[in-house]
């Protein structure tokens, strides 16, 4: 159990925000196999909590998704989006493959449905993008975000040549809780590295075999060689927490830390020292640490990273940890900035990948766009990075116009006293994405 914890949280690992990378190439002559289709037939049964999940779904989803955990995203998509109505549009990718519109009384859902070529042809994937609500314009979407509980913040800027311009802002200025958002300062540090010519990103990283959060690098034996390219894809695309731990300790921490200020982090405070996620699930879940690290100064606080928390072994976290749902010490033990401060981190990652070997850091961000398909194919091309653990959510996105303009958007939600749920508020900032597209 430990194990999946420390896989899935602080990774912003929600369903809908799985969807992962490149979608495959679409020939205008394909055509929805017959048992796709049966299987997207029977889909309005299955989010209904009517269907047989056992028959429908393959062995392998219902051991990453039991039937329960399902039921629990079922009922976040339908506080958020009312009851199905009907299934829109159907796009076959291949023959066992498709992305479905799905009408819901309040949004507009996107899903990927990948069915088993072999008998029983069962579903063996079934992603929500987003959910896009009704709501008709930018106006309400704000007051939206603004009405959730706790503590919220949202900010939209054009970006051009100089300082972000800020188009929209409510609450832009206030830290909060970021989640894996903090991953944009290690990308930013690879980049400077990359760009100086101090690094590059076919160089290999040979593992150590010390202990390391759940991600696929987690057990791999000590010896392994990875790029540091891979390692940055990982981190920001499917967010994984192994490999930004590998990257914090072979890029150094100190050197992070010193781009806190360069990338526009106006409070530097808020992410220094800068933890790595296994350090936060040590502080979180082994009784005692918090209440030590927090007495200390910055300096002492450093000193107990790499001193006590790194000599305290993964198995001393609370196995429990996390497994309530219930938000822990958010306000104390996280990474904290502004929706201001990470659109400057979007636009340093724009302005420092315009050409060169930075280049490269566009198709990282570009891999998993974050919202749904409707509202990134407003823009030419959407880079994404968002945050989430139990009480937080967080969501930036640098976008390019069709017209060649660039723009940023970033939003936080954070609530102390009870979980938030993710699916509406990704889909309130999707659609807020979609709304802030420049007319071609």
Not at 265 to 291: H, Q, R, S
Not at 368 to 394: F, L
Request: charged share 20%; net charge neutral; aromatic share 6%.
């Amino acid at each position: 159990m430990l194990t999946r914890l420390l896989a899935c949280t602080i990774a912003f690992a929600a369903p809908l925000a799985a969807l992962a990378q490149t979608p495959p190439q679409v020939s205008p002559a394909v055509e929805a196999s017959a048992p796709l289709e049966a299987r997207i037939g029977e889909l309005a049964q299955i989010l209904a909590g009517k269907g047989d999940y056992d028959a429908y779904f393959a062995p392998a989803f219902r051991s990453q998704i039991p039937k329960e955990k399902f039921a629990q995203i079922n009922a976040q998509i339908a506080a958020t989006a009312g009851p199905m109505i009907r299934i829109e549009s159907i796009t076959p990718r291949t023959p066992w493959v498709a992305d479905v519109t799905i009408g819901f009384r309040d949004a507009i859902g996107t899903v990927r449905i990948s069915v088993a070529a072999t008998e029983p042809h069962q579903v063996d994937g079934l992603l929500f993008s987003g959910l896009t609500p009704r709501v008709a314009d930018m106006g309400s979407v704000r007051a939206a975000i603004a009405a959730l509980p706790g503590r919220t913040g949202f900010a939209l800027a054009r970006l051009a040549d100089g300082a972000p311009q800020m188009l929209l802002a409510d609450h832009g200025d206030t830290p909060l809780a970021i989640g894996s958002a903090f991953k944009l300062v290690i990308l930013a540090e690879l980049v400077r590295a990359v760009n100086a010519g101090e690094r590059r990103w076919g160089d290999m990283v040979t593992l150590d075999g010390g202990p390391l959060p759940g991600g696929q690098y987690m057990n791999v034996p000590a010896g392994t060689k990875v790029t540091l390219r891979e390692l940055a894809q990982k981190m920001i695309s499917i967010s994984d927490n192994s490999a930004t731990d590998i990257l914090l300790k072979h890029l150094g921490r100190d050197r992070v830390e010193a781009m806190l200020a360069v990338v526009g982090i106006a409070d530097p405070k808020g992410m220094t020292p800068f933890p790595g996620t296994l350090e936060i699930f040590k502080l979180k879940g082994v009784p005692g640490l918090a209440d030590r690290y927090l007495a200390l100064d910055p300096a002492g606080r450093r000193q107990f990273l790499d001193g006590e928390v790194a000599r305290t072994p993964i198995a001393a976290i609370s196995p429990t940890l996390f497994r309530d749902g219930k938000p822990v010490r958010i306000e104390q033990l996280e990474w904290f900035a502004t929706p201001t401060d990470l659109i400057r981190v979007m636009d340093w990652l724009r302005r420092n990948s315009a050409a060169g070997p930075g280049a490269e850091v566009r198709a990282i961000l570009g891999l998993n766009p974050g919202i749904p398909q409707p509202a990134a194919a407003k823009w030419k091309w959407a880079g994404y990075k968002g945050g989430s653990e139990p009480g937080v959510m967080h969501m930036t996105l640098l976008l390019e116009g069709k017209d060649g303009s660039w723009y940023a958007l970033s939003s936080s939600w954070n609530n102390p006293a009870a979980p938030v749920e993710d699916v509406r508020f990704a889909g309130l900032v999707g659609r807020a994405a979609e709304l802030a597209a420049p007319q071609p």
